[in-house]
């Protein structure tokens, strides 16, 4: 069993930026791929970015030059980095493992889940 908690989440001002961050537990973290994942009030819970194994990494396009996923298997930990924040990246954001080598972008494929922590960019 893999357990991610998110932290890093806060309230920021247009064209601010924040870093999440995920702490993972277990032994396997550097084998997983990582994803994060955002919902909005009333709207459904959509892809952001993720990163395999091997540090590949996928953007969705609405945060593509703005935001960096990395990740430091040393630490178990992956990072998201938003820059240039817009009140519509406000949302709570999940921390999300997937066993399965390679990149996805469907919540269904990954494994495990964080709480989430909220993201609010005020205008």
């Known amino acids: 069993q893999v357990q991610l908690v998110e932290s890093g989440g806060g309230l920021v001002q247009a064209g601010g930026s924040l870093r999440l961050s995920c702490a993972a537990s277990g032994r396997t973290f550097s084998s997983y791929t990582m994803g994060w994942f955002r919902q909005a009030p009333g709207k459904e819970r959509d892809f952001v970015a993720a990163?395999?194994?091997?540090?590949?990494?996928y953007y969705t396009d609405s945060v593509k030059g703005r935001f960096t996923i990395s990740r430091d298997n040393a630490k178990n930990t992956v990072y998201l980095q938003m820059n240039s924040l817009k009140p519509e990246d406000t949302a709570v954001y999940y921390c999300?493992?997937?066993?399965?080598?390679?990149?996805?972008?469907?919540?269904?494929?990954?494994?495990?889940w964080g709480q989430g922590t909220q993201v609010t960019v005020s205008s």
């Open positions: 990163i395999s194994w091997n540090g590949n990494t």
């Open positions: 999300a493992a997937k066993r399965v080598r390679g990149l996805a972008l469907s919540q269904d494929e990954y494994d495990y």
